[in-house]
């Protein structure tokens, strides 16, 4: 069952990005232009991306204009894979980002979660 993204912002001003799903964050890793909140569960539940609209290839018109959006994350044992795939309001156009990130979190078997705003 996909879990719900609660928290969806772009701040045009800063260029900055953030999908959260609302849980109580436990850290926060500053991976370059990324920033992953991790809950107590050591699962990924939001994203804070810098300089949006250039590390997206999206507009920040676009970023202001989102109908949906899923978040994928795959968790395996040295590294975390985040797939966003967004759907904006304007040309009804859907666009696949795929974001992988080396990270270790801890996790012993692989695992997959699925977030979802719409």
Do not use: W
């Not at 999206?58 to 109908?67: F, R, Y």
């Not at 894979?81 to 666009?95: A, D, G, Q, T």
Request: proline share 3%; aromatic share 6%.
């Amino acid at each position: 069952m996909a879990r719900q993204i609660k928290i969806i912002d772009y701040d045009s001003e800063n260029d900055v990005f953030y999908i959260s799903r609302g849980d109580k964050v436990k850290a926060s890793l500053d991976i370059g232009d990324f920033v992953l909140d991790v809950n107590h569960d050591n699962l990924v539940c939001g994203i804070e991306i810098m300089d949006a609209s250039e590390n997206l290839g999206i507009s920040g018109e676009e970023l202001e204009n989102i109908a949906s959006i899923r978040m994928s994350v795959t968790y395996k044992t040295n590294h975390v894979y985040v797939l966003l795939v967004i759907m904006f309001k304007k040309e009804e156009k859907e666009v696949n980002i795929p974001i992988p990130l080396t990270i270790d979190l801890g996790h012993k078997t692989p695992k997959k979660e699925i977030l979802v705003y719409n």
